[in-house]
């Protein structure tokens, strides 16, 4: 089977993802002046956007690669969290998994731009640590989810308050009691990758895998070090850190050899908003369907370059991504 042969495998795979809700707000202006009240940008707002981030981007990526996914979070009462609600639901997706709570914020991520500049970042989380009534309320919908899945997915994007080393703890075990052999795969939040001991894969940005272990160069040997600490620190069964510009490296307790995924970009990147995104979608999609994990991660790598050459968030079906390799593969 070659590689583009193996997307036809995800079509109605059911994929559980666990992690962090978050609404995405894009404010888009212009500066005209200097601000008379401080020595910054005045910017004119020309338009704004919102959108289900974190958790939102990957389920609606596992949906339209022809994937069925099955989302469990919790969110706030609040306008971000009936935003986030609302959005599940005009996508047909069940949102029984969703747990809606009065003492939580929604967290939500507000980016401003003006003349192609990032000019500043506001992020809000979930306020406080959430209740241990409110994780046990979420634990018991994650156990009452369909029996059939396929795979699992764990987003940590580490906004506060619901992924507590205890939670994630507690949250494994609950997952290998209730789906036995089921496959794992995590994108932790680089400060705690060593918690989530035994899964089948964790995936970490290539940069931000070094940083953790304050290494300033990339080259064979403090990527080798990294990928191998993080391995045997966690006991997990494959580790990919993933890069598009340069080389991707997948790490596995099966194979003695470093396998090294070159770069697919072969243009500037339009987009760096849903990369790691994707990336987990494609890797739950192919862990479900018993994709080799070589295959798995290369698969996922292709989505990652498609991904970043398309306007932001821009959302495709399997067989445009399977045109995208073939095209890819030609070029070669």
């Not at 001991?197 to 160069?217: G, H, P, R």
């Not at 994707?278 to 739950?284: D, K, P, R, S, Y």
Request: aromatic content about 10%.
């Amino acid at each position: 089977m070659t590689l583009v042969d193996n997307i036809k495998e995800w079509k109605q795979k059911k994929i559980l993802i666990i992690g962090e809700a978050l609404v995405d707000k894009y404010i888009i202006g212009f500066a005209d002046r200097i601000s008379p009240d401080a020595p910054v940008p005045n910017i004119k707002i020309e338009n704004s956007s919102s959108y289900i981030g974190g958790i939102g981007l990957v389920l609606q990526y596992i949906k339209s690669l022809g994937g069925i996914p099955e989302v469990c979070t919790v969110i706030g009462n609040d306008f971000e969290g009936d935003f986030f609600l609302k959005a599940i639901k005009k996508l047909n997706i069940d949102s029984s998994g969703i747990l809606m709570d009065e003492s939580i914020n929604t967290p939500q991520i507000t980016r401003l731009k003006a003349m192609n500049q990032h000019l500043l970042r506001l992020e809000t989380d979930y306020n406080i640590d959430i209740y241990e009534s409110i994780i046990e309320k979420f634990f018991k919908i994650i156990e009452t989810r369909s029996k059939d899945i396929d795979s699992t997915l764990i987003l940590d994007y580490g906004t506060g308050g619901l992924f507590s080393d205890l939670f994630i703890q507690n949250l494994l075990a609950k997952l290998r009691k209730t789906y036995k052999s089921i496959p794992i795969i995590v994108r932790p939040n680089t400060s705690n990758y060593y918690l989530y001991e035994n899964v089948d894969l964790i995936k970490i940005n290539l940069q931000k895998a070094l940083q953790t272990f304050s290494i300033d160069c990339c080259n064979e040997t403090s990527v080798s070090i990294v990928g191998k600490r993080i391995l045997s620190l966690s006991k997990c069964k494959s580790v990919l850190l993933n890069y598009l510009e340069t080389e991707s490296y997948l790490f596995s307790q099966d194979y003695e050899k470093v396998e090294k995924i070159f770069p697919i970009l072969k243009q500037p990147a339009r987009s760096f908003v849903a990369v790691g995104s994707v990336i987990m979608a494609t890797l739950g999609l192919s862990f479900a369907s018993d994709i080799s994990i070589v295959d798995a991660a290369k698969l996922a790598l292709y989505a990652a370059a498609l991904t970043a050459s398309l306007p932001p968030v821009e959302f495709y079906n399997a067989d445009k991504l399977k045109n995208y390799i073939l095209t890819s593969l030609e070029d070669k």
